[in-house]
């Protein structure tokens, strides 16, 4: 019994909407891991918003590759693991923060949201290459 999702099931559910964890080189010292928001279209790239402040933008400058992964922390548990190579670093695009804040917060919290981060943040794109996944829903399917 294989525990793995498929294709379109792991693509399907790291389209929904779950708070990732973003783990990134970070020179001698062990990788960088942080909670993130992202998005993702089956098919396409996983975008993340980051601050160009943060210990994940400096850690970004150098980096090549990142791992993402998202949990579901109610039974039955799923995860899935996506490694991949970071294919663009730039400034936000009009409305891009906007709809990633009302992704997670909603429409009036994600508005407050990206009006104050406005201007402070850029999009990373990461190609995804390596997938691990499972899911104990299928235990006993």
Known sequence: MSLA?????????????????????????????????????PGGELW???????????????????????????????????EGTV??????APGELLAMAQRYLGPEQGQAYADASSGNSYTVRVRPERWLTVDYGKMGA
């Open 48 to 82: 993340m918003i980051i601050g160009t402040d943060s210990r994940k933008a400096r850690a970004l400058r150098s980096a090549q590759r990142v791992s993402l992964v998202a949990q579901q922390e109610a039974m039955p548990y799923r995860y899935v693991s996506v």
């Open 5 to 41: 999702m498929s294709p379109a099931e792991r693509e399907n559910f790291l389209a929904d909407m779950h708070v990732g964890v973003l783990s990134i080189p970070d020179g001698d010292r062990g990788p960088l891991s942080a909670p993130i928001w992202y998005d993702y279209t």
């Open 87 to 92: 294919v663009s670093q730039a400034p936000c």
